[in-house]
């Protein structure tokens, strides 16, 4: 049985400022530190849970901020980008079950450095509708891929915006948000704890999960943080404008759609 852990920073415990997940600083080596050690833990829990191999994906800003030398020795590390499946990188090498390990909310919540994709470019994103967040966008990639979400962590925010779409999962609450840069939190031990628990119990029970799944065709609706924004991305022509800070595009499968959202995050670098 293969786990792939996909582990993102800003629901890690401990972590509540930008400063903290973005490298170049003291507190950024510090918090990368507890986003290794939640992926450790992430680690043990799966093979004591029965997990033969475990892919370890690292899914924050530039997927090089894992510590390769403080990695549990018996998983491997998905590093650096470009890579198609993003932060669902290591599924192409056929996985049985994904884990979100340090995961947020999505843009314009509540949840602490909450966000979608990219901060600066992207406001809103809908899939045929429905609004989703990066676990959401990413478990349904992994979903059309038939592979399920058994464990999610993060803030208290994260969690109910996102519980429904993995039904079976376990989740790990690691702190509660006040607000975007406040809130309590676990120790980092505590949730390594708790973390090594679930995963534990979400490969024993792995059959009780379903993969989130979102038929084709495909539409995305993505609201911009601004109208430049708007009027660079729609220079690709498959893009169609809906007004000042809205656009929308129609694929066929969800890979296609979050490879166009990366593009178009990418892209969003001319204007900073």
Same mark, same amino acid.
């Given at each position: 049985?293969?786990?792939?852990?996909?582990?993102?920073?800003? /629901?890690?415990?401990?972590?509540?400022?930008?400063?903290?997940?973005? %490298?170049?600083?003291?507190?950024?080596?510090? %918090?990368?530190?507890? @986003?290794?050690?939640?992926?450790?833990? %992430?680690?043990?829990?799966?093979? !004591?849970?029965?997990?033969?191999?475990?892919?370890?994906?690292?899914?924050?800003?530039?997927?090089?901020?894992? $510590?390769?030398?403080? &990695?549990?020795?018996?998983?491997? &590390?998905?590093?650096?980008?470009?890579?198609?499946?993003? @932060?669902? =990188?290591?599924?192409?090498?056929?996985?049985?079950?994904?884990?979100?390990?340090?995961?947020?909310?999505?843009?314009?919540?509540?949840?602490?450095?909450?966000?979608?994709?990219?901060?600066? #470019?992207?406001?809103?994103?809908?899939?045929? =509708?429905?609004?989703? /967040?990066? #676990?959401?966008?990413? =478990?349904?990639? #992994?979903? +059309? @891929?038939?592979?399920?979400?058994?464990?999610?962590? /993060?803030?208290?925010?994260?969690?109910?915006?996102?519980?429904?779409?993995?039904?079976?999962?376990?989740?790990?609450?690691?702190?509660?948000?006040?607000?975007?840069? *406040?809130?309590?939190?676990? *120790?980092?031990?505590?949730?390594?704890? %708790?973390?090594?628990?679930?995963?534990?119990? !979400?490969?024993?029970?792995?059959?009780?999960?379903?993969?989130?799944?979102?038929?084709?065709?495909?539409?995305?609706?993505?609201?911009?943080?601004?109208?430049?924004?708007?009027?660079?991305?729609?220079?690709?022509?498959?893009? +169609?404008?809906?007004?000042?800070?809205?656009?929308?595009?129609?694929?066929?499968?969800?890979? *296609?759609?979050?490879?166009? &959202?990366?593009?178009? !995050?990418?892209?969003?670098?001319? $204007?900073?």
């Amino acid at each position: 049985m293969k786990i792939l852990i996909s582990t993102d920073i800003e /629901g890690v415990a401990g972590v509540f400022h930008a400063e903290q997940v973005r %490298a170049g600083n003291g507190e950024y080596e510090r %918090a990368r530190a507890w @986003m290794t050690g939640e992926a450790n833990a %992430a680690v043990q829990g799966a093979l !004591a849970g029965g997990a033969t191999q475990v892919l370890v994906n690292d899914s924050h800003g530039g997927f090089r901020n894992l $510590l390769p030398d403080g &990695l549990d020795e018996r998983a491997r &590390l998905v590093l650096g980008k470009p890579r198609y499946l993003g @932060m669902m =990188g290591g599924l192409e090498e056929g996985c049985d079950a994904v884990f979100m390990i340090g995961y947020h909310s999505r843009s314009q919540g509540r949840g602490v450095l909450a966000h979608t994709i990219n901060s600066f #470019a992207f406001a809103r994103v809908f899939i045929n =509708g429905m609004e989703l /967040g990066e #676990a959401g966008l990413y =478990g349904a990639l #992994a979903g +059309e @891929m038939g592979v399920p979400v058994i464990l999610a962590t /993060g803030d208290d925010v994260f969690i109910a915006e996102t519980a429904d779409l993995f039904p079976g999962a376990q989740w790990v609450q690691t702190k509660v948000a006040h607000g975007q840069g *406040s809130g309590v939190t676990l *120790s980092p031990a505590a949730a390594r704890r %708790a973390i090594a628990a679930a995963a534990e119990t !979400a490969v024993r029970d792995l059959r009780k999960a379903v993969p989130f799944r979102i038929a084709p065709p495909i539409e995305c609706r993505l609201q911009t943080q601004s109208a430049a924004l708007a009027d660079l991305f729609c220079m690709w022509p498959a893009l +169609e404008r809906v007004d000042g800070v809205t656009l929308r595009f129609t694929t066929d499968s969800m890979q *296609s759609a979050i490879r166009t &959202l990366n593009s178009l !995050a990418a892209m969003s670098f001319m $204007l900073r």
